[in-house]
Each structure stands twice: as C-alpha cells, then as structure tokens.
C-alpha cells in the first residue's frame, strides 16, 4: 500500500479536502510552472468497451478526470474500440453510465478510436511512403519465430525491402478486400535486432473480415493498439497520456510512430495499476465469472465492478476517497480490500439512517404486555446526523429478536439474554427472560416467554438498575417483512490468481459468498423503502435495497458491509509493530 499522506494544497477535491500529492500530479505541476503544454491540461480515459468498468479502472477515471479538474483542464471518455470482434454496444452504455454515476463528466467530448480510422489510415500510407512501413505476408506463425527471444535478436522478413510502390499497392488491396484474413500485415519497419522486443517491426494492421459495431463493414483492416492508442492521443492534442505499467514498453512505439509522422506528440507516464485482494480486477476473468454462471451477472453485488460495487451499496464519494487514499505510484502492490470497506463505512455512518431488523428471528412474546396495546417509541434516525430526526418504532407483545442473542445455558462472556437474565430492548424496556419453549418434535427453541419492566420506558431504569446488553427487536404484529442478502467475498484465497497447479481461479470461488434469507422481520417505515436507499440495520451492518430484485412493499435489502472494521484492526497492530 502506497500511503501518500503528503497532501498539495494546490488542488481539492469535490468535497474540498486537499488532493493526494502523486508523481504524476507532481510533473503536471511542473508543467504547469514550465508552461510546457501552454497551459493546458488534457487528459483521456481510454477503456477498451470489451466488459464493465471495475474498481480498477475507477482508479484511472478519478486520476484521469481528478488531474482536469484540479488543474482546470479536461478529460475526454475515449473508447478504444479497434478490436471488432469483441466491442458491443451494451459494453459503451454501461461504460458511460459508470463514469457518470462516479461524478465525472466529459461534456461533449465522446469520442472513438474508430471515429479516427480515416485519417489513422492515412498516415499508415505516410508511414509507407517514408519506407517506415511494409507488407508483410509471412504467416503469423513465421512473423512469431523471426521475432527472437529477450536474449536473441530477431531476423528480418524477407518482404521487409519491398519498394514502396508495391507496399502501396498491397496495403490499398488489402483495404480493398482482396487478401483473406491473416494471409497480409502492415509492420512498421523499425529495428528486427532492438533490445526491446516490442520495436522488432511490430504489426500495424491486420486483416479481419467482421463488421464492427460502428463503422459497420467499411473496414476489413483494423489498426493495431499501439498505432491507433499514440495517434489518437494525438489528435486529441492529449497532454498527459497515462495509463497502467504493462505498457512501459510499449511508450517507446509510442514515440516512434508520433516522431517518424511529426505529429503532436504528448507524454505518456505509467502508474501501477490496482489490485485488490479476495477479488480478480481483469476484464478477461470477470467476462468468465459472468458468462460461466459463477456470478448473477456483471451487477452481481459481489462483483468489483462498478456497477455491482452500486448495486451492493457502494456510494460513488466512498470509491472516490478510496482511490484517493491509495494514491498513484509506480510499484505493483496489491490494496487490502478492508480498505475499501473502511472507506464506504466512514461515508456511510455518516448519510445512513439507522433502522432495526431481524436476520435469523425467535419470536418473545412478553406475558405482562396487553395483546391489543402499542406503544410508540422515539428512536434516533442517525446519531451522527442530528438534522435526520427521530422516528416512531412500534413495540407490541409480540416481538422477535435474533436468534444469536439468546442462549440457553450462556457460556461466562455471554451478556445477552438467558433464562432469568434481564436485558435492554432498543428504545424500549428492560425484559427478563421467564421460560423457554420448545419444539416438541425437534427440541429446538421455539419462543421465548419474557416479562418487561414498564419503569424502564426508553431504556433506563429510574432505580439505576445496569443490564449487560441492548439488543435489537422488531415487533410480530406490527413489523414488515423483507428479503436480506448477506455477502461475502467472492474468493476464498487473498490471492485468486495465485492458485495451486492445476488449478483455475474460478475453483476458488467462495461458495459462501451470497446467502439469501428470504424472510426477515424489519421495521415497518422500512416497507417502503425507496431503491438504492441506503441504512443501517443496527448492531448488523449497512444495507441497501436491490433496484431490481424489490418490488413495492416488499424491499430486498443487500448487505454493503458489516459493521467491523477489520481496517483500524490492521492500521492499530502495524502502529503497536512500529512501536515495539
Ligand atoms: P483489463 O486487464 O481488466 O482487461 P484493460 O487495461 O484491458 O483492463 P481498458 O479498458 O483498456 O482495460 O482500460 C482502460 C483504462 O483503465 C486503461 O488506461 C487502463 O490502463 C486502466 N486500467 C485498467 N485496469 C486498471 C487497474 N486495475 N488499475 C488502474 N487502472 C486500470
Ligand atoms: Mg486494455
């Protein structure tokens, strides 16, 4: 974990706290003062529309859009859609749904690789014609063992002399259509024995005979990553051209083809990229999760993707102040999930109400309390929050309390109700646990027979008499009913891609990860709680209701988090580490 607790007073976020000092941050900054760009700062988000947006790339959206913001520049939504096999239309919908709901914007500037195809076209035929690109008919096969390994150098295509004229004439007929699939190659023609194997004359177009979900069947050559990305970029007189270290590289392609065309040429700077444990973060392996069934699609609230990230709960304030804690470096590291989890708690004590459910009930019924009586008590909607008010809760002689919270024969540290033993009820009164019945059949517990202490009104008693324990209750009478889903993560391994041999990580799968109990007693305000509303259920975690799975008066609540902060566990035994 990169900490970057040193903060530039230069810039702010949308909640006014200073942003993050970063390396990259640091070099606009110096370009700024320099006026290298002119004072411009225009930065991209490039994503390839081949699956949803996960947490990862959220990273790249806050650093690529926080950077235009704070420097009053823009960022333009770029889809990087050369590939035509795989691109889809729901693929860009969901992209710019995601980056919207993140709280960035990109005005009018929606653009498209494939929008560039004309003129990346022409400076392929640029290329050729300064005898820097040329046809190449060698199998793929043959192209893959002329390129040598790291410790040989590569050997050259016996086409790679070819005279212009003749590369100009195969390259326009493979436009034209006249060759099929894989049989023709534009490479660039730059160095077969260079160090870096990315510069022994990559492959600038290929030959795919599909229609793509733009440019329709204008095209049956498609222009290679590498060429499309710098060009692009290019044109969009992009300053800052960041993007993850896997294509470290690759930047110096990139400066090739903008230096042998002369063409505005920005600077490219690579940042690690995210990982997070418990969780895969590539696309290649969510597409498998969703389409294999191991998840309930790409807005399944265990995945990490943006969408199911907003399904489970998460707020876009709390993905934000995450990608802002974890900071741009240039080290892979992989990120603590508890941090994540810790950053959604801290916005969420603060926005969610507070409200009372049962997950697993066992019915009390409280003998002294007459049946047809309800009494209406005052419970406080957020103690972090005075302005949100109070609330009516009604309490009843029938009500039911968590199966957990009562034991039979308590071992020591149990506090919480047992037979004789007298305990708070939220809001309400102090009730002593009378007797137990059971199941004939079973001996389980079915109900407990209580009596409560009508003095105790609001949960005191005026003779100052303690209890151990406060537990949550919803009346039987008067309560709603509801589904509630409990996750977990969605891995059994910290590391997913770190399997044994012979293993996939699909086997490590977490079986647990999603319980459904389809039946739990909650409040009745809670009956017609809105989509995407956002509580919490006290003493039990942060829930959201499903927008989809809810209908009316029947809200299916997932569960964001629990209420356990296993992120200040670990900061507390690093700080007591530091100190011994
Ligand atoms: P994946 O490996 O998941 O397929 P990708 O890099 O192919 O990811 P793109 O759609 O090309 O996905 O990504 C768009 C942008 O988001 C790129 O600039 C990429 O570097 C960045 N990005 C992708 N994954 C991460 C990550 N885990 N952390 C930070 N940035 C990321
Ligand atoms: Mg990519």
């Not at 702010?12 to 990259?24: E, K, L, Q, Y």
């Not at 992209?95 to 400076?123: H, P």
């Not at 489970?312 to 080290?331: M, N, Q």
């Not at 999603?514 to 829930?543: H, M, N």
Request: contains cysteine; hydrophobic residues 35%; charged residues 30%.
């Amino acid at each position: 974990m990169d900490k970057s607790t040193d903060r530039s007073t230069a810039a702010s976020d949308a909640g006014g706290r200073p942003a993050a000092a970063n390396f990259i941050r640091t070099i606009v900054e110096q370009d700024m003062e320099t006026g290298k760009w002119g004072g411009r700062v225009q930065t991209r988000f490039p994503p390839e529309p081949n699956g949803y947006l996960h947490i990862g790339h959220a990273k790249s959206i806050c650093l690529n859009f926080g950077l235009a913001r704070d420097f009053g520049g823009r960022c333009n939504l770029r889809f990087d859609d050369t590939n035509p096999t795989k691109e889809e239309v729901e693929y860009v919908e969901s992209i710019k749904a995601d980056v919207r709901w993140l709280g960035f914007d990109w005005d009018d500037r929606e653009f498209y690789a494939s929008d560039y195809f004309d003129r990346l076209y022409d400076y392929a035929e640029q290329l050729i014609h300064q005898g820097k690109a040329y046809v190449d008919n060698l199998s793929a096969e043959q192209v893959r063992q002329y390129r040598g390994t790291l410790t040989e150098p590569g050997m050259e295509s016996p086409h790679r002399d070819r005279p212009v004229e003749e590369n100009l004439d195969l390259f326009r007929r493979m436009k034209a259509g006249e060759f099929p699939d894989g049989s023709h190659v534009l490479r660039a023609r730059i160095d077969m024995a260079a160090s870096n194997i990315v510069m022994r004359d990559p492959t600038l177009y290929r030959i795919r005979k599909v229609s793509h979900h733009r440019t329709g069947d204008k095209w049956c050559i498609y222009p290679m990553y590498d060429f499309t990305h710098c060009l692009s970029d290019s044109i969009e007189q992009i300053t800052h051209s960041i993007c993850t270290l896997e294509f470290e590289n690759n930047r110096e392609l990139y400066d090739w083809v903008l230096d042998e065309l002369g063409v505005y040429h920005p600077q490219q700077i690579e940042f690690a990229r995210l990982n997070l444990s418990y969780t895969v973060l590539s696309k290649r392996k969510l597409v498998r999760l969703v389409t294999e069934g191991h998840v309930d699609g790409w807005d399944d609230p265990r995945m990490p993707t943006i969408t199911g990230l907003r399904r489970r709960g998460y707020t876009p304030e709390s993905i934000r102040d995450f990608c802002d804690r974890i900071g741009v470096a240039r080290r892979d590291s992989t990120v603590d999930i508890a941090l994540l989890e810790h950053c959604l708690r801290e916005d969420l004590n603060r926005r969610a109400n507070r409200f009372m459910a049962v997950l697993r009930p066992l019915k009390v019924v409280i003998e002294n309390f007459p049946a047809d009586r309800v009494d209406e008590l005052d419970a406080v909607n957020n103690p972090e929050d005075p302005a949100a008010g109070t609330r009516k809760v009604p309490f009843t002689r029938e009500i039911f309390i968590e199966r957990e919270d009562f034991m039979e024969e308590p071992p020591k540290k149990f506090f919480r109700l047992a037979p004789g033993r007298e305990v708070r009820l939220r809001y309400a009164y102090f009730i002593t646990c009378t007797d137990v019945v059971k199941d004939p059949d079973t001996g389980e517990v079915a109900e407990l027979r209580c009596t409560y202490d009508p003095a105790t009104r609001g949960g005191d008693a005026p003779d100052g008499r303690k209890v151990k324990a406060t537990l949550h209750w919803v009346s039987a009478s008067h309560g709603a009913r509801a589904e509630v889903r409990l996750y977990d993560h969605l891995f059994t391994k910290e590391d997913p891609n770190a399997v044994e041999d012979g293993q996939d990580f699909v086997d490590v799968v977490n079986p647990k990860s999603k319980e459904v109990l389809p039946d739990c007693p909650v409040e009745p305000s809670l009956r017609d709680a809105k989509a995407e509303e956002k509580v919490q259920f006290e003493r039990l975690g942060y829930f959201c209701v499903d927008p989809i799975a809810s209908a009316p008066g029947r809200p299916v609540f997932n569960r964001t988090v629990t209420l356990r902060d296993t992120w200040k566990k670990i900061q507390k035994s690093l700080e007591k580490g530091k100190s011994s």
